[in-house]
């Protein structure tokens, strides 16, 4: 039973980091699209 534990414990932690990392890559390219992209406007 708790070697079950152990491994939901992992894939848990595993999602969670992957879900981390998308909202930061997220913040950054809206960041871009909001704030940067007016400082060049488009041709």
Known sequence: ??????V????L??????GAVVAVIGVIVGYLAKVESPRYPKR
Not at 1 to 6: D, N, P, S, T
Not at 8 to 11: I, K, M, S, T
């Open 1 to 6: 039973m708790f070697q079950l534990a152990v």
């Open 8 to 11: 939901w414990h992992w894939w």
């Open 13 to 18: 932690g595993f999602f969670l980091a992957i």
